[in-house]
């Protein structure tokens, strides 16, 4: 048995012990009561009667402990050529001034505030001042539109809203003061006070008595210490879509938190304190919650804030230039960032410019990892590229290569396998029942779930059992499909929703996508199930080739048919692929599949809030009507 199967059958045998010693890593206030809390599932609660403080454990520790001199946060701007770094001492005042100016208007333990900021420092000094106090911060993506926000205000009902002027894209300015005060407008809910960085790339006027000037609220604010709160009390609410179009409150709480995360930073992504960790996200999503702000500080790491792209800002060699720059060991990133960077340099010329001797390990999540991108980013980083696997719901990674404990081979397509603490089962949808080893089901989690994975929906608990926990009792579903093969590898292939019904045989659009990933002219692709008379559904394709590629498309399309036909065989029925100019994508990177399946069958569908373009949905319905669909 090796180390890796050693710690995670401890896990699920001794839940208790586990946990309770990976927690001796965090400062109590108070030490808990009981573990686990299973008197009402599926409303499990970790760390009862535990007392603690979480911005305490990721900032003021360090500073008692000797790493007050060390770099806590650095900023880089490409966008705006601005960069700064905040040692451990320096994040700690900021962060006290800043939960001061939430005290001065009036904000107490358990209170709301949302925190609507681009990729600055002041987003993160913000996270913390939240948390330093007790109040529950809800973060809602920078330039998020107005009636997106409207309702997230009216369903955490905040007291004060920390904002900026404008965020910077590339190429473009995004004023955010309108669509604030477009979203106040809206909610019913009337927020206090709203609190304002004034940036130089463009001002904005602020509402005398309601809008407050950042800089001139932190001189005079008088720096706030750290609030006891119970482990058990809400850290945060992350909205995250659900199917119906309405927001989801995801809360996580403080205690399990902090024990899952810490945990996490060195057995999961094998980083120790001191070192410099990058999660190349934003703040608005839950890569930039876990592990730009909280899971690095509460390990005694450097993070880094990245107000840039991976293409763009200037060119596709920023990610090599921060990591050689500022000493990167460990990157996290979403596997689209990796593909438009193939996209635009597939020799990775850029890449030899760099100094990366530092730079260790690259992990990928957010999208599946198809082997094409994993081999090309192995190929030329000459380093591990690992593929992991989680949620918003959970907060930190359910399937990994578990670098801390145990390297395991590397299956191109596959998370690996679970990390400790998840006990994961594929479940036949139409039965309930496991199926067996490599055949396709839903892809369940036994309850209870381990530390830091979401105990309810804000203010929505039938809905949280509606959503997650009924439809495969005693397990959370988690909305993915997959397989697990004879090693215990999971392989997440698509979302159930997109898995398509050919003819009574149910299929992945994820291999499917696998197969066209594979053909050399392909950068990106998606695979999505469109109505057939005959068959039910019908898988179609769409490409995006990399850039210089000047072969005929009809040629490259009969190419990835044959491909399909040939390893995943005719039962796939895939006959039709559309080469388009791009995929329309979230901001965080997770391509639409469920909007192009919609304009595809002419139904009526909802532009989503977190798209990054919208435009390209119309060179998407071009390209549907010239192979036939989208009447």
């Known amino acids: ?34 573990l686990i809390d299973d008197s009402n599932p599926p409303f499990y609660r970790w760390f009862v009667g535990a007392e603690c403080n979480t911005c305490y ?133 009337k927020v206090d006070a709203c609190v304002i960085l004034q940036r130089e790339q463009r001002t904005c006027d602020l509402l005398d008595g309601h809008d407050h000037d950042w800089a001139t609220e932190m001189v005079s604010a008088e720096p706030a210490d750290c609030v006891t709160v119970a482990a058990t009390d809400p850290l945060y609410i992350l909205y995250t879509s659900g199917t119906t179009g309405e927001p989801k409150g995801v809360v996580r709480d403080n205690g399990g938190h902090m024990v899952a995360l810490k945990w996490s930073m060195k057995n999961v992504y094998n980083v120790n304190p001191g070192e410099v960790y990058w999660a190349a ?131 191109p397509g596959s998370p690996t396998r679970a990390v400790p603490g998840y006990d994961i089962r594929i479940l036949d949808p139409d039965t309930g029942g496991e199926v067996g080893r490599g055949e ?40 993915d499909a997959g397989y697990v093969d004879e090693e215990d590898y999971i392989f997440v292939m698509t979302r159930t929703d997109d898995i398509i019904n050919v003819a009574g045989h149910r299929l992945s659009t994820g291999a499917m996508e696998e197969v066209l990933a594979d053909h050399p002219d392909v950068a990106e692709c998606a695979v999505i199930g469109v109505a057939d008379q005959l068959k039910g559904q019908v898988p179609l394709g769409f490409l995006v080739l990399s850039a210089g590629v000047n072969r005929s498309n009809a040629d490259i399309v009969g190419e990835v048919v044959k491909s399909v036909r040939e390893r995943i065989g005719p039962v796939a029925a895939f006959r039709v692929a559309a080469v388009v100019p791009g995929l329309p994508k979230t901001r965080s990177g997770k391509i639409l599949r469920g909007t192009m399946q919609k304009i595809a069958d002419s139904e009526d569908y909802k532009i989503p809030a977190t798209i990054d373009d919208p435009a390209i949905l119309d060179e998407i319905l071009v390209a549907l009507k010239d192979v036939g669909y989208a009447k």
Not at 6 to 14: G, I, K, Q, T
Not at 152 to 179: F, Q
Not at 314 to 342: C, L, Y
Not at 441 to 457: D, H, N, R, V, W
């Open 440 to 479: 396709l089901g839903a892809i369940c989690i036994k309850l209870p779930m381990p530390p830091s994975c979401f105990p309810t929906l804000w203010n929505a608990p039938e809905r949280y059992k509606e959503a997650y926990m009924e439809e495969y009792p005693g397990y959370y579903q988690t909305g």
């Open 57 to 189: 454990n990721a900032v003021d520790r360090h500073v008692k402990e000797g790493r007050a001199d060390q770099p806590a946060v650095i900023y880089d701007s490409p966008i705006t050529g601005n960069k700064k770094t905040f040692t451990f001492r320096e994040l700690q005042m900021e962060v006290a001034k800043c939960a001061g100016v939430l005290k001065q208007h009036g904000v107490e333990k358990g209170d709301r505030v949302i925190i609507y900021m681009p990729m600055v420092p002041e987003a993160v000094i913000s996270i913390l001042a939240c948390a330093r106090i007790g109040a529950v911060h809800s973060v809602v993506f920078g330039g998020f539109a107005a009636n997106e926000l409207a309702t997230r205000i009216d369903d955490c009902t905040p007291k004060v809203i920390l904002s900026a002027s404008c965020g910077v894209e590339p190429g473009r300015i995004i004023a955010y003061k309108p669509l604030l005060d477009e979203a106040q407008g809206m909610a019913s809910h």
């Open 1 to 34: 048995m090796g180390k890796y199967d050693e710690v995670y059958n401890h896990s699920l045998a001794d839940p208790e012990g586990f946990w309770s010693e990976a927690a001796e890593a965090i400062h109590w206030e108070k030490k808990w009561d009981r």
């Open 281 to 411: 996200s934003d703040v608005g999503w839950v890569v930039g919650h876990s592990y730009i702000v909280y899971a690095p500080l509460l390990n005694g790491n450097t993070t880094i804030v990245f107000e840039g792209k991976p293409v763009g800002t200037p060119d596709a060699g920023q990610f090599w230039r921060v990591i050689a720059e500022h000493n990167v060991s460990v990157m996290f990133t979403a596997p689209t960032a990796f593909r438009a960077i193939k996209r635009e340099d597939p020799a990775a010329e850029l890449l030899h410019r760099y100094d990366m001797a530092k730079f260790h390990t690259l992990f990928l999540a957010g999208e599946r990892t198809d082997p094409d991108t994993l081999h090309w980013a192995e190929d030329n980083l000459k380093v591990p590229v690992i593929d992991h696997w989680w949620q918003t719901e959970t907060g930190w990674p359910i399937g990994a290569n578990c670098m801390g404990i145990e390297q395991l081979p590397i299956k």
